[in-house]
């Protein structure tokens, strides 16, 4: 069925059959002609939601005789790194780009046999999508990164013939809008092991799928070993990530907003850009406290964050030893917690370049929002950074306001990263170097 229209479309030219079921994910398949109003495609990563969604809407732009798609997203400028890049990628794999135009400024992809396009609106932008021509279909990206409000805003600005809004998303916070607005109690839909598609949802014209990795023939071997692995990290991420279910409610996180990388690149970032490493973190620790060490790489606006040590009872000559077979040399630079200069002298004599940690009024508080505005990757393996990153809080009072002040705890590595963000990022260098040992 869709076949000839695509070959109209093309005027003759090539013609790839799309109903090649090797071109697609085959539980994706029955949303292609789908014409209810949301199709909602959620679930774990690297299920191929996004990958489907841009099939559907470069497959849409070719058939139809008419089509205007608005690719959303909460912040505009990450539509160029995701969906506008994601398309460019699967017309390229095709073989198409000679049909296609991709213009940057602003964002928008023509399909060249008859103007049909594609454009791009963020939710940062006043506003917005109302001021589209005509448009004939949404695709929001993480849409559970965006607000019921602009949900609202936007789907009702969208009028006039048959519109289609595509939403792809991870089930992140039980207490989304996203869950109460579209889907029935949970209950009655999901399986322990995440092993479910679609969804009946409480509102009309809708269809919802739920996919994981599983669902994605082509998810490499890597990264479906990494999703595994979660379910010994944690269960909450493992329940969202790798299975695709509702996750619990978490309030008052410090940290709120940081990803599981596989391994810290060894010298590019995510965006290509070069990263260093800023140095090693370290917090002593006591016979209840492990001691930690964290080696912490600096990419452009992004840290790098992976555990060396974690680790209890450990006398200084034994962390020397664990210093030296973690490969930490005599060039790299350690800060350490200044609230034993006694132990921080003993690495220095020892060999080791440990600097104490600055500390002032309030440096828990400043270095807690010095990291904030920083991307934060953390690797895998660093079980306990992350255990540490899913519950480090803020204490609440009784009506569930944050009170701005960290609850001790959950902050071993966490210090470990403040200290040399601290010392390293905001503090003049020549205060700290040429400094055997201070008290402060
Ligand atoms: N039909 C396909 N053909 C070829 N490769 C595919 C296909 N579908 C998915 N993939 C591959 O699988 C990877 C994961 O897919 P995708 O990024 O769409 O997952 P996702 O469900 O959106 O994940 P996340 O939840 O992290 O956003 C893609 O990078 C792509 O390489
Ligand atoms: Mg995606």
């Not at 209950?187 to 995440?194: C, L, Q, R």
Request: glycine share 6%; aromatic share 12%.
């Amino acid at each position: 069925m869709m076949k000839p229209s695509f070959a109209k479309a093309l005027e003759g030219a090539m013609i790839i059959d799309f109903s090649n079921p090797k071109i697609f994910n085959p539980v994706y398949l029955p949303l292609l002609n789908d014409t209810n109003r949301y199709i909602l495609m959620y679930g774990g990563r690297d299920s191929a939601k996004s990958y489907f969604a841009a099939q559907k809407v470069i497959i849409d732009t070719m058939r139809k005789s008419y089509s205007r798609i608005i690719l959303v997203r909460k912040a505009y400028a990450h539509i160029k790194d995701s969906q506008f890049q994601t398309i460019k990628d699967i017309v390229s794999s095709y073989g198409l780009m000679d049909y296609f135009a991709f213009v940057e400024n602003p964002l928008r992809i023509i399909f060249k046999k008859n103007g049909n396009m594609i454009i791009a609106r963020g939710l940062d932008k006043e506003h917005k999508t109302k001021s589209i021509k005509d448009p004939t279909g949404v695709w929001y990206e993480e849409m559970n990164e965006i607000g019921f409000n602009d949900f609202l805003k936007t789907t009702t600005s969208l009028r006039g013939g048959i519109i289609q809004e595509i939403a792809t998303f991870n089930p992140e916070m039980e207490t989304e809008w996203i869950n109460s607005y579209f889907f029935p109690a949970k209950e009655s839909y999901e399986k322990a092991d995440g092993n479910f598609h679609f969804v009946k949802s409480v509102r009309d014209d809708t269809t919802i799928l739920h996919t994981t990795y599983k669902d994605n023939t082509y998810v490499t071997p890597q990264s479906a070993e990494l999703l595994e692995s979660f379910k010994d990290i944690d269960d909450n991420y493992y329940k969202i990530y790798t299975l695709g279910l509702w996750g619990g409610v978490l309030e008052g996180l410090i940290y709120d907003s940081w990803e599981i990388t596989p391994l810290v690149p060894p010298y590019r970032g995510e965006n290509g850009e070069p990263i260093r490493l800023l140095g090693y973190g370290l917090d002593w620790g006591f016979t209840n406290d492990p001691t930690a060490i964290v080696r912490v790489n600096m990419g452009e606006n992004t840290l790098y964050l992976d555990e060396i040590l974690y680790k209890k009872g450990m006398t200084n000559q034994e962390l020397c030893r664990e210093m030296i077979s973690a490969g930490i040399n005599a060039s790299d630079e350690i800060v350490a917690d200044s609230a034993e200069p006694k132990s921080i002298q003993e690495l220095y004599a020892s060999g080791f370049n440990v600097h104490p940690a600055l500390k002032g009024p309030d440096s828990v508080r400043a270095g807690i929002s010095k990291i904030r505005q920083y991307k934060i990757r953390v690797t895998a393996r660093s079980r306990n950074l992350i255990r540490e990153l899913k519950n480090y809080r803020w204490k609440m009072d009784k009506d569930g306001n944050s009170l701005n002040i960290p609850i001790d705890n959950f902050n071993h590595g966490l210090d470990a990263v403040r200290y040399v963000v601290m010392n390293k990022t905001m503090i003049q260098k020549k205060r700290i170097f040429g400094v055997r040992s201070v008290s402060i």
